[in-house]
């Protein structure tokens, strides 16, 4: 093509891509109640190329790059991308630094249905006999985007390990979406393949067989071996890297296969292990490695389900970092709940955490009954499943949007809130309010721009320091209650 044809084409492209960015709504286009199209405008590159050359222009306009390309709710399409592209909110190296661990003013307490604020002594009194008697403890942490890479569940894991004994980071995929977390960095063979909710949602019930980590990996090829590498950061959690059993949990197994640990690259034995079906806990006795690697060698014939993987101590509390990118929260009931429930074998549940929202309010469009409706629905099929369990709803977090004069609050975050607290009360669940632990609606304008920066330019997501801030003051709000359950149990 001559250069003044490929300038033309170029030219009309621009005007075309100008002409969008003209004439396109500020708040974007609705196409659903879950999908929301927006198309940057002028303004926004205006202004960033105005900070780029030191001129002075809005101290608050920042580029936007919400969570909204993941959002899936049952019944309507969900883009291409949902199963892991898009932004990454791992923890990036300018997060990595330590916050000062003081306790902030103002911690909300937890919020109980009536005649219901003993609903955590259950999870206390497995604390208090794991530490006199040993035995183990697993705390569930499920949530969206915002618990990524391990950062505010890690915190609780540490704090309770060291009180009550346990070790390891518990449990993992094969290939998470994100590789990087407060401890390590996992990586992996390129013949893995991940299967999580939105793959199977035109399948029928019994099809959608995911374990609890609402995920399932298998290996692609035939006849073939297969690894999972940890490496561990010098800063990594303590108690983290001190574990004494590594394993994992399988299923749907026509043949038999194998595998063995390689820590620092000493191997240890290869391990047969038989056809199986239903999900199957294999584990083996290891020496922990504060430093180093840790690896995981398959090697099989035929692929079976890989549900989890684990590192961890034989007693002691065990705490699961669940991140499902792009999820409401509302899927659980959705999924073989006998595969979901069996993949916990060997496991004794003793608390639950959800804490999702965050796929919610960017494309909310009064959906409050519909919300509430599910989510309580929800929250009671836990509650079945589990009835000695406790179950926590963490309400959303603070969020806001760029606007034409700054940030500006969501419309519908105030809706998600309310919906989260009924539906948890309704259910006889127990409510944090994650927004109020931040400091109220419009926080996390303050948080992006507080130093260190509490909460990246997106407006949504915690950055490192961010996320220890916010696990410390959820990790105080469990301390008062336990202190409420000795005082009341002496």
């Not at 199209?37 to 900070?51: A, C, K, Q, V």
């Not at 009180?163 to 996992?186: I, K, Q, W």
């Not at 009671?380 to 004069?405: Q, T, Y």
């Not at 507080?450 to 105080?476: I, K, N, Q």
Request: with cysteine; net charge negative; proline share 8%.
């Amino acid at each position: 093509m001559k250069p003044a044809r490929v300038f033309l084409f170029l030219l009309v492209v621009f005007l075309v891509l100008g002409l969008l960015s003209w004439l396109f709504p500020p708040d974007g286009i609705r196409l659903g109640p879950a999908l929301n199209i927006r198309f940057p405008g002028l303004r926004d590159y205006l202004s960033e190329m105005i900070s780029q050359s030191g001129e002075s222009g809005p101290s608050d306009q920042v580029s936007f790059s919400p969570d909204t390309s993941f959002v899936f709710f049952p019944g309507i399409n969900r883009p291409a991308d949902i199963a892991g592209q898009g932004i990454s909110d791992s923890t990036l190296p300018e997060d990595t630094g330590e916050q000062k661990d003081t306790f902030p003013d103002y911690i909300p307490s937890f919020l109980y249905p009536p005649e219901g604020d003993t609903l955590l002594f259950p999870f206390f009194r497995k604390l208090e006999k794991v530490r006199a008697r040993g035995g183990s403890v697993h705390i569930f942490h499920y949530g969206d985007s915002q618990i990524e890479g391990d950062r505010i569940s890690s915190f609780l894991r540490e704090k309770w390990q060291a009180v009550f004994g346990g070790g390891g980071p518990g449990a993992f995929p094969a290939t998470p979406v994100v590789d990087e977390t407060v401890s390590y960095r996992l990586s992996h063979s390129d013949n893995w393949k991940r299967t999580v909710f939105p793959d199977l949602v035109d399948s029928a019930h019994t099809a959608r067989r995911l374990g609890f980590l609402m995920s399932a990996d298998r290996i692609q090829t035939d006849s073939a071996r297969a690894r999972i590498i940890l490496e561990w950061y010098p800063r990594a959690r303590t108690h983290a890297r001190k574990f004494e059993q590594a394993g994992f949990v399988y299923g749907q197994a026509a043949d038999s296969f194998s595998f063995r640990m390689v820590i620092n690259g000493e191997a240890s034995n290869t391990c047969p292990l038989p056809p199986s079906e239903n999900p199957r806990r294999i584990s083996i006795p290891v020496e922990a490695t504060e430093n180093g690697r840790v690896e995981f060698e398959i090697s099989v014939q035929r692929s079976p389900v890989f549900y989890a993987f684990f590192l961890e101590n034989i007693t002691g509390v065990q705490v699961h970092n669940i991140p499902v990118r792009g999820s409401a929260g509302l899927e659980f009931s959705r999924v073989n709940t006998g595969v979901w429930k069996e993949s916990m074998e060997g496991m004794d549940p003793g608390l639950l955490i959800l804490q999702f929202g965050i796929n919610l309010v960017p494309g909310w469009n009064n959906q409050y009954e519909w919300y509430l409706t599910r989510l309580t629905r929800e929250l009671r099929f836990l509650k079945s499943l589990f009835p000695s369990m406790p179950v926590m709803v963490i309400g959303v977090s603070d969020m806001a949007r760029p606007g034409m004069d700054g940030p500006e609050p969501y419309t519908g975050a105030g809706e998600v809130r309310q919906a989260q607290r009924l539906a948890a009360m309704e259910a006889g669940c127990i409510y944090w309010d994650g927004c109020e632990a931040m400091g109220g609606p419009g926080s996390v304008i303050e948080w992006a721009h507080s130093d260190p920066p509490l909460a990246r330019t997106d407006y949504t997501h915690f950055t490192y320091a961010g996320s220890r801030l916010f696990a410390v003051r959820l990790f105080e709000a469990f301390q008062r209650e336990y202190i409420r359950y000795l005082s009341e149990n002496q």
